[in-house]
């Protein structure tokens, strides 16, 4: 069976991107590694001081719904009204950013590998309690991205893949 990426690719190129890199994953990972990771948890629900907090990967309606931050802000404002934590915290789009709306305070933390906003270092978000509400950082970190990016051609995978992680290096 093959398996596609589940990611709204509308390219063509892009979507055989993601099948290959589906397909060499799927070939390159352990059975045991494949069965931990079918014991996670689609979502994690925890307080940051009292403050509600659903972590998500693609979005708080589906897993990989993208969340880009020029959506409109209705349909923020319609996730707000259905939201259940006041911070939904998400990735997918490989792309950090936070904004409030309706009071819920939306947050996509980034990605510490394969980048999408021009910036090679890893993002990803830290929240803070303060009072009855929540501060968001986006940090970054440094890391060899030359080092992985020889590393995906060494192993065989497109040299867009390699190209990707070197963006802004």
């Known amino acids: 069976m093959r398996r596609g990426p589940g990611c709204a690719y509308v390219d063509p190129h892009d979507r055989e991107l993601g099948q290959r890199s589906v397909d060499w994953t799927l070939a390159h990972t352990s ?10 948890p689609f979502v994690l629900r925890f307080d940051v001081g009292g403050v509600p907090v659903r972590l998500v ?24 009204r259905a939201e259940e934590a006041r911070v939904p915290v998400f990735g997918h789009t490989h792309k950090p950013w936070v904004h409030e709306h309706g009071g819920v305070l939306f947050v996509n933390c980034g990605s510490v590998g394969k980048p ?9 978000a830290i ?6 509400t929540v501060e968001v ?11 992985v990016a020889r590393a995906v051609r ?16």
């Open 137 to 147: 950082e986006i940090a970054r970190v440094a890391h060899d991205a030359e080092a």
């Open 116 to 124: 999408k906003d021009g910036d090679p270092r890893g993002a990803f």
């Open 127 to 132: 929240l803070l309690p303060v009072g009855d």
């Open 31 to 40: 059975q045991g590694s494949k069965e931990f990771m079918r014991g996670l």
């Open 154 to 169: 060494d192993a065989g995978l497109p040299e867009e893949f390699a190209e990707e992680l070197l963006l802004a290096a």
């Open 57 to 80: 990967h693609g979005s708080p309606r589906k897993v990989n719904e993208y969340l880009f931050e020029d959506k409109p802000a209705s349909l923020y404002e319609r996730l707000a």
